[in-house]
């Protein structure tokens, strides 16, 4: 995914597949990042103040709403809404806002 203008931050929605997840510290608080994959592009997902969110690991499919910045260079999103699919087992999706 290419963010053209970097002064524009539009609100985006975008499904795709967690292959990565980090635990990183940002201005001092834990932040969770996840690697979310869309097919052709990938999109870093930023919750500030989580060391963890039950349902978010590699290979879970996402939903994910909000918008889209650039840190580092990579298409980011920071706190995004989130929406996991359903499971194999049919368990029904979760969603939150953060």
């Given at each position: 995914m290419v963010v053209e203008n970097k002064a524009e931050r539009p609100r985006v929605r975008i499904a795709g597949t967690v292959?990565?997840?980090?635990?990183?510290?940002?201005?001092?608080?834990?932040?969770?990042e996840a690697e979310l994959y869309d097919g052709p592009g990938r999109i870093d997902l930023v919750w500030l103040g989580r060391a963890s969110i039950p349902g978010?690991?590699?290979?879970?499919?996402?939903?994910?709403?909000?918008?889209?910045?650039?840190?580092?260079?990579?298409?980011?999103?920071?706190?995004?809404?989130?929406?996991?699919?359903?499971s194999a087992d049919g368990q029904p999706a979760l969603s939150a806002a953060c």
């Open positions: 292959q990565v997840i980090r635990h990183d510290r940002i201005g001092g608080m834990p932040a969770l978010i690991e590699p290979g879970s499919r996402v939903v994910a709403e909000g918008r889209l910045g650039v840190r580092r260079g990579r298409a980011t999103m920071f706190n995004p809404r989130y929406e996991l699919s359903t």
